[in-house]
């Protein structure tokens, strides 16, 4: 079965960095374009970043381009998520999925996730 496992996150101050990993099990990885989800507290689940299987198209949610970058290495199965200059506002949980639909931004496009990492960022 598939399985995914991010981790990576932690406690960092504002303008600091993290980055974060997903390890990837049970699908030909290189084959699926792959995203990154984030939910604060309080609020619904939104799109942060998506890369497709080959690693060439990238996209990004407006709040975090220029200050995250979504990479993979399909060699060993694994999404990252490089994550700079961090704000307050980039605090909650960073969930990464598999897409099996065609719109990127859309969760229900997904059809796996990881359990989540969490991500504090103080001011």
């Known amino acids: 079965q598939v399985q995914l496992v991010e981790s990576g996150g932690g406690l960092v101050q504002a303008g600091g960095s993290l980055r974060l990993s997903c390890a990837a099990s049970?699908?030909?990885?290189?084959?699926?374009?792959m995203g990154w989800f984030r939910q604060a507290p309080g609020k619904e689940r939104e799109f942060v970043a998506h890369i497709s299987g080959s690693g060439g198209i990238t996209s990004y949610a407006d709040s975090v381009k220029g200050r995250f970058t979504i990479s993979r290495d399909n060699a060993k199965n694994t999404v990252y998520l490089q994550m700079n200059s961090l704000k307050p506002e980039d605090t909650a949980v960073y969930y990464c999925a598999v897409r099996s639909g065609s719109r990127y931004r859309d969760q229900k496009e997904y059809d796996y996730w990881g359990q989540g990492t969490q991500v504090t960022v103080s001011s």
């Open positions: 049970g699908l030909t990885f290189s084959n699926y374009a």
